[in-house]
């Protein structure tokens, strides 16, 4: 059973808004944190946004003030919301999880900005 369950993401226009979901297979409070990752080609996974246990919130510098990370705790899911897109943030993002010093990782799903 995968641990970690993707959706959302897919082609859309420069300064366009798209949405991904991921649900966890076990109650998300098991989880010391919850967040996405992405991967463009050539390059390096990089954080996009985590939230921690306590709902904290932690946005990487270049997308803060256009992404937005949330949950919802009854269905153990979190989401993330991207407006504004940017072709450099076409990549593969992946859902990640953590309890201590385990991770889970989702199987990526693609976000592609183009005209």
């Known amino acids: 059973q995968d641990e970690l369950v993707e959706s959302g993401g897919g082609l859309v226009q420069p300064g366009g808004s798209l949405s991904l979901s991921c649900t966890a297979s076990r109650n998300m409070f098991e989880f010391n944190a919850m967040g996405w990752y992405r991967q463009a080609p050539g390059n390096q996974r990089e954080l996009v946004a985590t939230?921690?246990?306590?709902?904290?919130?932690n946005v990487a510098d270049d997308v803060k003030d256009r992404f937005t990370i949330t949950r919802n705790n009854a269905k153990n899911t979190i989401y993330l919301y991207m407006n504004n897109l940017k072709p450099e943030d076409t990549a593969v993002y992946y859902c990640y999880a953590r309890i201590l010093r385990s991770e889970y990782w989702g199987q990526g799903t693609q976000v592609t900005v183009s005209s």
């Open positions: 939230m921690n246990v306590g709902g904290i919130p």
